[in-house]
Each structure stands twice: as structure tokens, then as C-alpha cells.
């Protein structure tokens, strides 16, 4: 059974803590292939704080350049309205089959909101779940999600850079080439991103 893992979020940047995650469920996982999806409008972000999401993009393009195994898709980028994870997931399994095992990576916060999400429950029945906890950071209690416990799955990580951090940080002047990958640092230096 092919095991695709799919790195979502609004990668406002993208940034080393997101990569860190990504490799560690892909050799964790023994994943054949980690696909990043920027989501296009997310529904849980306060929109005057995200920049143009051909913008977030090609910004994880550049990210990911040369890494094997990885790569990128444009399905929440070109679909209009609000990007909802569950409307992602089922065009997902639709593509991939029943023989393909989708695990969704992200960051613990993600889970601790999950059931704010649409249909979220539906979600579980789609993918299992990968989330990357950070130093400090802990999983909330949630009993609604005591049924499907065994859909999620953690991976620690030694990094704690959260995207919020590296934006105040380029407003105040400050440099954020220890955060994000040089080519994206670049980027947001040429294009004047988050100023």
C-alpha cells in the first residue's frame, strides 16, 4: 500500500520548523512522497495577515527545491472560496484510490483546533493524522477524539519557530535567515514581503 503524506497549511512563510516535520514523518512513516498544499483562503486566519497565496507558493517551491520526494500542488490554491481540509482530502482519495493511505502532517496547534474545523470527524475517516509537538507545547484533552485516538500520531521536535514569530520579526527589521530556508529569505528580502 502506497503511504502519501500531505503537509498542509498556510505556510505564511513556510519556514525550517515546517521541512524539519515534513522529513521526520516522511522517514518516520516510510512515506513514498510528502505533497505540500498552501491552502488557498483559509477559514481560521485573519486574511489581513496573510499575504497573496501565489506569493506563500512560491515561496514553499523554493523551500523544497531538490528535496527528494517532495513536492508541491495547487489544489486549494485554484479552487475558489474557502480552503477546507475535508473538501481537499476527499479530492484526494477520489485521486489516489483505496490502496493509498493519506496521512495529514501538521503542527500540534492544528490538532488542538481539529474540531473547529468543517466536518472533522469525516476528516478522520479520510487520513490519519501526524502532528510534530514542540518543546512546551501539549496536546489538549479532547474526549470527543477519544474514538479515534489511534488516527493520531506524534512525532517530537527539537525546533519551536512558529511563521507569527518570523513575520514580527521582519517588521521590527530583524533577520530571519536562521528560520527559513536562504532561498525563501531571499524571496521575502526581494519581494518585501511582511514589511
Not at 97 to 120: C, R, V
Not at 171 to 186: E, F, I
Request: glycine share 8%.
Amino acid at each position: 500500500m502506497r503511504r502519501i503524506g500531505i503537509m498542509g497549511g498556510t505556510f505564511n512563510p513556510i519556514h525550517k520548523g515546517h521541512i524539519a516535520l515534513a522529513k521526520a514523518a516522511q522517514k518516520a512513516f516510510a512515506l513514498s512522497q510528502v505533497i505540500f498544499i498552501p491552502s488557498g483562503t483559509p477559514p481560521h486566519k485573519a486574511l489581513d495577515e496573510i499575504i497573496d497565496k501565489e506569493e506563500r507558493l512560491k515561496m514553499v517551491r523554493l523551500a523544497i527545491k531538490g528535496i527528494k520526494k517532495f513536492s508541491v500542488s495547487r489544489i486549494e490554491i485554484d479552487r475558489p472560496g474557502y480552503s477546507y481540509a475535508v473538501d481537499t482530502f476527499r479530492a484526494l482519495r477520489r485521486k489516489y484510490g483505496a490502496k493509498t493511505k493519506l496521512f495529514y502532517i501538521m503542527g500540534l496547534d492544528s490538532i488542538n483546533e481539529i474540531l473547529e474545523w468543517k466536518k472533522p470527524l469525516e476528516l478522520f475517516k479520510l487520513c490519519e493524522f501526524i502532528a510534530g509537538t514542540r518543546p512546551g507545547h501539549r496536546v489538549a484533552k479532547i474526549p470527543q477524539l477519544n474514538k479515534v485516538a489511534d488516527r493520531i500520531h506524534f512525532i517530537g521536535l527539537g525546533e519551536d519557530i512558529s511563521a507569527s514569530e518570523i513575520r514580527r520579526k521582519i517588521v521590527k527589521g530583524g533577520k530571519v535567515g536562521k528560520l527559513v530556508p536562504k532561498a525563501v529569505a531571499d524571496y521575502i528580502k526581494k519581494r518585501g514581503l511582511y514589511k
